[in-house]
């Protein structure tokens, strides 16, 4: 497998290397010092490196945090759950974190999940009232969607499904 060199950068270089990977895509402080820690830059220089970035705003937090729930929501189709774990794994603060989720429409939230909770259910095979249950319920926190409002969907898909005509 090829692995790069290890090659020590300046912390100016650095700097002007982050700026650009800034200037074109939303990050957040943890990829930033994920990024300079590979570069082999030390810790003083990427608390330097890290607030000069913030003061001239090529990381905010809060902006950051809103276009990742609005993607991940939107194209990944995830759950609130979901995007809260893995924004904690990034170290945004939960505040900022719930802020960000609350913008999220509680009735598009409920038709999105019901819409795919629709496209799986046409994708099994099973029969059985309890294991097409089981799989969609699965499916829906391997979404990171609710328990509660999963099962609440599901049961109403399936009792629809119960009252079409050919399933037994």
Not at 18 to 34: A, N
Not at 86 to 93: F, T
Request: charged fraction near 35%.
């Amino acid at each position: 497998m090829y692995k790069k060199t290890d090659k020590h950068i300046s912390t100016q270089a650095a700097l002007s290397k982050v700026q650009f990977i800034c200037s074109k895509q939303e990050k957040c402080c943890s990829d930033i010092r994920k990024k300079l820690q590979d570069w082999n830059i030390s810790m003083d220089d990427q608390d330097e490196i890290i607030e000069s970035l913030l003061e001239d705003k090529f990381i905010d937090e809060s902006r950051f945090t809103n276009f990742y729930v609005r993607d991940k929501y939107r194209f990944n189709k995830w759950g609130r759950k979901k995007i809260s774990y893995h924004l904690k794994h990034k170290q945004i603060p939960e505040s900022i974190i719930n802020e960000a989720l609350d913008q999220i429409n509680d009735e598009e939230y409920r038709e999105n999940l019901q819409d795919i909770l629709q496209s799986k259910l046409r994708s099994l095979k099973d029969d059985d009232h309890y294991q097409l249950k089981t799989k969609l319920y699965r499916f829906a926190q391997s979404r990171g969607f609710e328990s509660q409002l999963a099962l609440n969907l599901i049961d109403d898909l399936l009792s629809d499904l119960n009252e079409s005509p050919g399933f037994d």
